[in-house]
């Protein structure tokens, strides 16, 4: 048996708990009482990684034009961005909508902007994150 576990997860066979790489053998007795043999070899990942930009150029070339958050597994997505004045300028809840550098229509100015970022996963609780990210034209 094969499993992938994420760093941080668990998993138990007969009261025994395994959380680091490896290959494992154990014995379950049936209830025949006869002895079987279970291979486990547990493979550990990052599942909880997500990334945030700290700069994004939205002039129009298609390479970092929106400020996008990347990650795996994330399940759900809240992003927020303000002014450094503390005005909201951006708010989304969808996993694919990201910030375009503009407010209300207009082209926002160049500049440093303070996100604060929501993001869940299946395995894990949420997690909040907070930052700023460089706005380039």
Not at 20 to 48: A, M, P
Not at 110 to 132: C, H, M, Q, R
Request: charged share 20%; glycine share 8%; net charge negative.
């Amino acid at each position: 048996m094969d499993t992938l576990l994420c760093i941080g997860q668990n998993l138990i066979i007969k009261n025994r708990i395994y959380n680091e790489e490896g290959n494992y053998i154990d014995t379950l007795i049936g209830q025949n009482q006869c002895d079987s043999f279970v291979s486990t070899i547990i493979k550990l990942k990052d599942c909880n990684h997500i990334f945030v930009p700290n700069v994004f150029s939205p002039n129009g070339d298609g390479l970092n034009d929106k400020f996008e958050i990347f990650g795996e597994g994330i399940e759900s997505l809240y992003v927020e961005i303000y002014s450094r004045w503390g005005e909201l300028l951006f708010k989304s809840d969808q996993l694919n909508v990201f910030w375009d550098g503009t407010v209300r229509g207009e082209l926002a100015m160049p500049g440093t902007y303070v996100y604060v970022i929501k993001a869940s996963f299946s395995w894990e609780p949420s997690v909040v994150l907070t930052g700023d990210v460089n706005l380039l034209r």
